[in-house]
């Protein structure tokens, strides 16, 4: 029987570069940005312009008429496809009179606008500082809520606590690399935080969860089947009942994730990206970071009570 547990120090270690990456990626967003994550204006109030020209424009083009408005960090990205002509513009908050006279001043400097597809949007500070509370408050919850469950649901296992504690341990493993490649993305493309991401985030919280409890429930069924043997064995047989219904499930929604980063629009990619880094990392920890993660604490713990025995 191929021993995957046995190799846990290989496994933590990869993570470990892993995690230092994302850590990387985010203290150099920080530096540049003053902002681990970029910081869309869902959380931190601003306008949002969705512009249609009638002919092919330029990036600088609208730049420089925001800039003429005192909007020097303006982040302009494209729409669609090229032939579209469409362009998002996000800045800080601005009045109806100033959106006239920019509206106004792209049409002469830069090209005709189609109107009836503009659209703007403002976000208020206030609006944003509560959506970011909302967020946090949501996955603090979330978390305590898994430690709850997960304690309930194996309370007749030895130490049922520590199988939700590795569960959070696992979930942290995962949403600091999906943090990591949101920041060298923001780095990299411009993608900011929004509410998309927050939906995200949430997703790859109940990913974490999902495997993790199924390779727990087998190790809960294994114990008493295989009593004589080691803790160890016991989990890594568990790991290896339960690995390909794993794979085969998380496999057929990570083809479909990476069709629509293919094949689908602009706005929605960043959204698939994070889930996608968030399933594959969720679907490497469950089986590798989280479960040897009980095995090492187990095993920890019979050492000290063995030593105080022997004492």
């Given at each position: 029987?191929?021993?995957?547990?046995?190799?846990?120090?290989?496994?933590?270690?990869?993570?470990?570069?892993?995690?230092?990456?994302?850590?990387?990626?985010?203290?150099?967003?920080?530096?540049?940005?003053?902002?681990?994550?970029?910081?869309?204006?869902?959380?931190?109030?601003?306008?949002?312009?969705?512009?249609?020209?009638?002919?092919?424009?330029?990036?600088?083009?609208?730049?420089?008429?925001?800039?003429?408005?005192?909007?020097?960090?303006?982040?302009?990205?494209?729409?669609?496809?090229?032939?579209?002509?469409?362009?998002?513009?996000?800045?800080?908050?601005?009045?109806?009179?100033?959106?006239?006279?920019?509206?106004?001043?792209?049409?002469?400097?830069v090209g005709g606008l189609n109107r009836?597809?503009?659209?703007?949007?403002?976000?208020?500070?206030?609006?944003?500082?509560?959506?970011?509370?909302?967020?946090?408050?949501?996955?603090?919850?979330?978390?305590?809520?898994?430690?709850?469950?997960?304690?309930?649901?194996?309370?007749?296992?030895?130490?049922?606590?520590?199988?939700?504690?590795?569960?959070?341990?696992?979930?942290?493993?995962?949403?600091?690399?999906?943090?990591?490649?949101?920041?060298?993305?923001?780095?990299?493309?411009?993608?900011?935080?929004?509410?998309?991401?927050?939906?995200?985030?949430?997703?790859?919280?109940?990913?974490?969860?999902?495997?993790?409890?199924?390779?727990?429930?087998?190790?809960?069924?294994?114990?008493?089947?295989?009593?004589?043997?080691?803790?160890?064995?016991?989990?890594?047989?568990?790991?290896?009942?339960?690995?390909?219904?794993?794979?085969?499930?998380?496999?057929?929604?990570?083809?479909?994730?990476?069709?629509?980063?293919?094949?689908?629009?602009?706005?929605?990619?960043?959204f698939i990206s994070v889930l996608l880094?968030?399933?594959?990392?969720?679907?490497?920890?469950?089986?590798?970071?989280?479960?040897?993660?009980?095995?090492?604490?187990?095993?920890?713990?019979?050492?000290?009570?063995?030593?105080?025995?022997?004492?």
């Amino acid at each position: 029987m191929f021993n995957i547990v046995q190799k846990r120090r290989w496994y933590f270690i990869f993570s470990g570069v892993l995690i230092a990456l994302s850590l990387t990626a985010m203290a150099v967003s920080y530096a540049r940005f003053g902002q681990p994550l970029r910081i869309g204006i869902d959380f931190t109030g601003g306008s949002i312009f969705v512009l249609e020209f009638e002919d092919a424009v330029t990036e600088d083009q609208i730049r420089e008429v925001f800039s003429d408005f005192e909007l020097e960090g303006a982040i302009v990205q494209p729409l669609g496809s090229p032939d579209e002509h469409r362009w998002q513009v996000r800045t800080r908050e601005v009045t109806a009179e100033e959106v006239g006279e920019i509206l106004t001043a792209l049409e002469t400097q830069v090209g005709g606008l189609n109107r009836d597809a503009l659209t703007f949007d403002t976000v208020e500070p206030a609006i944003g500082t509560e959506v970011a509370r909302a967020a946090g408050l949501a996955i603090l919850v979330a978390s305590l809520v898994i430690v709850a469950f997960m304690w309930f649901s194996f309370r007749r296992v030895p130490n049922a606590f520590r199988y939700g504690v590795c569960t959070i341990a696992g979930m942290t493993h995962n949403l600091l690399i999906a943090f990591g490649f949101y920041a060298l993305m923001g780095i990299v493309a411009g993608w900011e935080v929004d509410s998309l991401f927050l939906t995200a985030t949430l997703t790859v919280i109940g990913f974490s969860v999902q495997d993790v409890i199924v390779v727990f429930d087998r190790i809960r069924e294994n114990i008493p089947k295989y009593r004589r043997e080691p803790f160890e064995k016991v989990v890594n047989r568990s790991i290896l009942e339960t690995i390909h219904r794993s794979l085969a499930t998380q496999l057929n929604a990570m083809f479909v994730m990476v069709a629509i980063i293919l094949f689908g629009g602009t706005t929605i990619k960043p959204f698939i990206s994070v889930l996608l880094v968030g399933m594959v990392s969720e679907t490497y920890s469950a089986i590798f970071i989280a479960v040897p993660l009980l095995v090492v604490w187990e095993k920890a713990a019979r050492r000290r009570a063995a030593a105080r025995a022997a004492a």
